[in-house]
């Protein structure tokens, strides 16, 4: 499907211009008018991905234009290229402030037009898939609701009973886990889906090194017989963070490197600190992730069942890729096959306290 371009420019010349730059472009439709209100009259007829608007123009500027479109819940993903002979700081800065995605100044440069025109198609594509992606989750989440309570009850109501033969227990105990897993499936999703919609974080602080010692006691506790987890803090500093959500995201990866190492192995939570940055690392030595996949392990919808570090760990890594979105930190993984992997986990330093 061809991108949707809309000129809005009252010069004929520049119009001429521009069409002319994407006449050999197939992936390119265009449409123009020479003001305002006749790109704000055509646009729910016509709905452009990309609009390429003029700032000066009588009536109604380029600015105005802007802020009406951005404005319109319909039209939130097209993309405006504001266009102007002049380059001041001020004119693109109120641009930005209008809404403006980006700032092409006169004369065009072809190569240049032409490689924002195919930046802005693809992110506009992007954001409506994340957008989708969002609505998917949510209706998953609301239209099991009242089914898997009944699940949970009803298995609960039968494993409650006096005398119930082994085999029916048996079938109820399988019932039960498994609606729990569906459970923290919904859980999961209606949390990623408040993340996306910028949750306030509730920052406090806490002593990293005790944290860390009593999240490696917890999980020893859940994961008996699986590995040794140990701490690595050498020295202890105060943190603040929403830590709620925090060990959310760390769980995850603690979670999913002792599923993955080998019996009687180590899982380690190493931590240092500088100037400008916390990190946390969560290293095991289980089979690793083939860097092609990198990437992929924090994708809420990847699936593929391989032997690695991804499996049944792809909604928590991507709810913790968000946390710490949140958190203006980030989250990242090292890895070699074969040698185990590192998950990292950075944030800034400035809430640190010695």
Known sequence: MAVKILIVDDEPINIKLIEEILEYEDEFQCKSVVNGMDALAIL???NPDIILLDIMMPGMSGYDVCQKIKNDKKHKFAKVLMISGKAMIEERLEGYEAGADDYITKPFVDDELLAKLKVFSKLKKTEEIDELKTAILQLFSHETKTPLNGILLGSQLILDTPSVPDKIAEYANLIKLSGERIHDLVRKILLL??????????????????????????TKNSHPGKCDVVVNCPTDFT????????H?????????A????????????????NKSTVVFRVIDKGPGINPE?????????????ILTHTQGSALSLAIAKEIMHLHRGSLSVESVPGEGASFIFSLPSTSVQT
Not at 205 to 213: I, R, T
Not at 259 to 273: G, H, R
């Open 293 to 305: 996949l990198k990437e992929k392990v924090f994708d809420e919808f990847y699936s593929q069942d």
């Open 258 to 273: 002792i599923k993955f190492s080998p019996p009687q192995e180590t899982v380690e939570l190493a931590v240092s600190c």
């Open 44 to 46: 729910d007829k016509y």
């Open 248 to 256: 959310e995201a760390l769980q995850s990866a603690i979670d999913n």
């Open 239 to 246: 943190l603040e963070a929403d830590w709620h959500l925090f």
């Open 193 to 218: 889906s408040d993340l996306r919609n910028n949750r306030t974080l509730t920052i406090t602080a806490q002593s990293v090194q005790k944290y860390l010692q009593g999240i490696a006691r917890q």
